[in-house]
């Protein structure tokens, strides 16, 4: 894939992502086939801060782990009234890790198979 | 989420929960009121969807199921992975396979279908609405 539009792509989706992934994601978009450009600008990612408030707002009920597609934690977090509030104070903190994570797995799931 | 992280977030849960239900047991018979720790519960006074789930599960060691019901369903449901998942655990490791992991994953697949969403959400709802009235 062009240069030009890799780096379009990381500019406007590159918060979506650790910091240290973006390089692999950047090299594995230029070896990329052309012709995916317009199934990758599709491709719909979740977005962390998003993700943290309705976590602060709604953790406890595990709203959060069931948006980014932990569907069994969310239910584990639902059934325990957010894990006796203590899990659903600690995802505040690694829920945007999670949620970057989660972006990742659906990205290589595009550039892999 | 690979089979070893599902394996030990399973394991330290179930660890909680076990300190947790020896707790309960030990305040309830000493009758000091147990500590309550839904966040929910604190903030707006209404109680969610899984409180009473402790006492449901304290009932299910006294054997009164009925009880059990009463104070919230969802605790047959704690009781039953609470009981279930270590052991699982222990027989998945020693075979070295990952059946549990499959079974979690296939779970997971069924709960995502639309359908099921919906049953899944009415029946939380209904629960939760039934614990308001109970006021929990």
């Known amino acids: ?113 | 989420m690979n089979r070893n992280k599902l394996y030990s977030i399973l394991l330290i849960a179930c660890l909680a929960g076990y300190t947790w239900l020896y707790y309960s047991i030990i305040t309830q018979k000493s009758e000091v009121k147990s500590a309550e720790v839904c966040l929910i519960k604190h903030f707006t006074g209404v109680p969610c969807p899984s409180c009473g789930s402790t006492r449901s599960v304290v009932s299910l060691t006294q054997f009164d199921f009925e009880e059990a019901f009463l104070f919230n369903p969802l605790g047959y449901l704690v009781a039953m992975i609470m009981l279930l998942s270590p052991l699982w655990i222990i027989i998945d490791v020693i075979m070295k396979k990952n059946s549990l992991y499959i079974f979690y994953q296939k779970v997971e697949n069924t709960l995502r279908k639309p359908n099921n969403v919906i049953l899944f959400i009415v029946l939380i709802l209904i629960n939760w609405i039934w614990n308001i009235k109970k006021g929990l």
């Open chain 1, 1 to 113: 894939m062009e240069a030009q539009k890799v780096d379009m792509f990381i500019m406007s989706n590159g918060k979506y992502f650790e910091s240290h992934q973006i390089n692999a994601i950047r090299e594995g978009l230029l070896a990329l086939d052309d012709s995916k450009w317009a199934m990758l600008s599709t491709i719909q990612f979740k977005d962390p801060s998003t993700i943290l408030i309705i976590s602060i707002l709604a953790g406890s009920v595990g709203i959060d782990r069931f948006m980014i597609g932990d569907t069994g934690l969310g239910v584990g977090k639902l059934i325990t009234c957010g894990g006796m509030g203590i899990w659903a104070i600690v995802d505040w903190f690694i829920i945007q890790k999670a949620t970057r994570e989660k972006n990742m797995e659906k990205i290589q799931r595009f550039l892999y198979y």
